[in-house]
């Protein structure tokens, strides 16, 4: 991928630049590249990068004027699917919505969860809640929509689907997502007392496992050097990058949306898609 029509910059604000592409995956792509180009020393000074749906807040930059000039001009290689560490979080695929999701795949009920944990994934951009994380990867015929009728509440540790995205509800929140199972303990996605408090940040690849009854990850065959389970990871989260990531709908600001930290739940302002609520 290049500059040029593939991406748009703009100014938001004297000292920041929302860069604007056309989907997820290219997205991803210039996320990852800021941060090669930021860990190679090539970067001009950015405070923080924060990726978002569809776009790429470059914040705290001297010269914006400068900085988007030599954008546009970039040569962006697609991410590697299979770079990086992995979380494993384990699943009961015991949701409340098992039934109607399977209904929509085609499957039966107890397929449900071979399929979605046939796929590796990536963490997008989180918001909506600290911890939560919105993890691409799922393929475009097991999308699914929103429910009808939101939930008052959702449980901790729910895993659901919504549109082109998968996540785990790292609290209890309202939400208008797919349920489809249960992460056993989802105190691992955010614990503040943690140098880096959300387990789940941009650009971390993730794979969904069948728990145990215990609700420990069992064997699985993807598994293995480079991948930290996310009861173990408690202690240690992959670091792929800084990155904060914008909220869903209803946060709107003059100048995009309300943005929360990965890592530390503040907030600040970035684009936002409309798919990207919960």
């Known amino acids: 991928m290049t500059g040029g029509p593939s991406l748009s910059v703009r100014p938001a604000g004297r000292h920041a630049l929302l860069v604007?592409?056309?989907d997820?995956?290219?997205t991803a792509a210039f996320h990852a590249e800021v941060l090669r180009r930021r860990a190679a020393g090539t970067l001009p000074p950015v405070t923080e990068v924060v990726p978002g749906a569809r776009t790429v807040l470059l914040d705290g930059?001297?010269?914006p004027g400068a900085l988007a000039r030599r954008v546009v001009g970039w040569e962006v290689p697609p991410v590697a699917d299979d770079t990086g560490d992995a979380v494993e979080i384990p699943v009961r695929y015991d949701g409340p919505d098992l039934a109607d999701v399977a209904a929509l795949w085609g499957v039966a009920p107890d397929e449900v969860g071979a399929l979605h944990g046939a796929h590796t994934y990536r963490v997008a951009f989180c918001g909506f809640a600290p911890g939560f994380g919105y993890l691409t990867g799922l393929p475009p015929r097991l999308h699914v929509p929103r429910r009808s009728t939101p939930r008052?509440?959702?449980?901790a540790g729910a895993v659901a689907l919504a549109?082109?995205?998968?996540a785990v509800y790292p609290r209890a929140t309202p939400g208008g997502w797919q349920l489809i199972g249960t992460m056993p303990d989802p105190r691992p996605l955010w614990d503040p007392e943690r140098e880096r408090a959300a387990l789940l940040t941009p650009g971390t690849r993730v794979r969904f496992v069948t728990a145990d009854g215990a609700g420990t990850a069992t064997a699985?065959?993807?598994a293995g050097a480079g991948t930290a389970t996310a009861r173990t990871a408690a202690g240690r989260v992959p670091a792929p990058g800084a990155g904060t990531a914008a909220n869903g709908p209803g946060r709107v600001t003059a100048g995009g949306a309300?943005?929360?930290?990965a890592g530390?739940?503040?907030t600040t302002t970035a684009g936002v898609h409309p798919e990207a609520g919960a």
Do not use: C, H, Q, W
């Open 24 to 26: 997820a995956e290219r």
């Open 20 to 22: 604007e592409l056309p």
């Open 163 to 166: 549109g082109p995205y998968s």
């Open 258 to 261: 309300r943005a929360t930290d």
């Open 264 to 266: 530390t739940g503040r």
């Open 152 to 155: 008052t509440r959702v449980p």
């Open 61 to 63: 930059v001297p010269d």
């Open 220 to 222: 699985s065959p993807a």
